[in-house]
């Protein structure tokens, strides 16, 4: 009695058929994985930008002399009282908030903008722009009054309150902004990239050192 051997193995057909099946499995996943890493830098860019835009809103608040930052859009930071230790403090100071790019022609002034690139390689540009609140900032100067018992009403404007600074302004607050930029792609300056994100602080400081 003949008995008929059926050869038994995997076509090439079944084969890619199989790949196409693991294909509509993997894709899925690796979709989601990918998601959740984009996601991931996302947060991760947004958490130092708001954290580097704190730093240096505290450091001009709390750190930075009143006298040493002047208006502008971006802002400069000079010794213009040659007070001691001011200037080597400006020199140290504003290249760790502003990272590279916040250097002039003189090496005395430095300027608020700059390029901060953080071990990721994400890039984000920081720029402060300074608005001297003084006497003659607008055509109705900013008016102080002070009620004392027994006498009237007193108007005081701000050159009655304080000398000239060292701009030659009748000036008693300045209006800070910070702005910093970033991109979610790696190694991409901000400015070049039309889908960077931004974020704004502001805050106002009062000549307090007398």
């Known amino acids: 009695m003949n008995k008929t051997l059926r050869k038994t193995g995997i076509t090439f057909v079944e084969v890619c058929l199989a790949f196409l099946i693991l294909g509509l499995v993997v894709l899925p996943v690796f979709q989601f994985l990918t998601g959740s890493v984009k996601d991931t830098e996302r947060f991760y860019t947004e958490t130092i930008a708001i954290s ?22 971006p ?11 001011i200037k080597a403090f400006i020199k140290k100071a504003v290249p760790q908030m502003f990272g590279t790019g916040c ?31 003084d006497q003659d900032s607008s055509g109705a100067p900013i008016q102080f009054t002070m009620d004392l018992p027994g006498k009237t009403r007193q108007y005081f404007q701000i050159k ?20 910093v930029k970033w991109s979610n792609t790696k190694n991409v300056d901000p400015k070049d990239d039309p889908r960077a994100n931004s974020i704004f602080l502001v805050a106002f400081k009062s000549d307090l050192e007398g």
Do not use: H
């Open 52 to 73: 580097r835009a704190k730093f240096i809103m505290d450091s001009l608040m709390f750190q930075m002399p009143w006298q040493a930052i002047g208006a502008g859009n």
């Open 75 to 85: 802002c400069t930071f000079e010794d213009r009282k040659n007070v001691t230790g």
């Open 103 to 133: 250097e002039t022609p003189d090496v005395d002034i430095f300027q608020g903008d700059g390029l901060y690139q953080c071990r990721k390689g994400f890039m984000f540009r920081a720029r402060v722009k300074v608005v001297d609140l």
């Open 160 to 179: 009655d309150l304080v000398p000239k600074d060292s701009y030659g302004k009748y000036n008693l607050m300045k209006k800070i902004v910070v702005q």
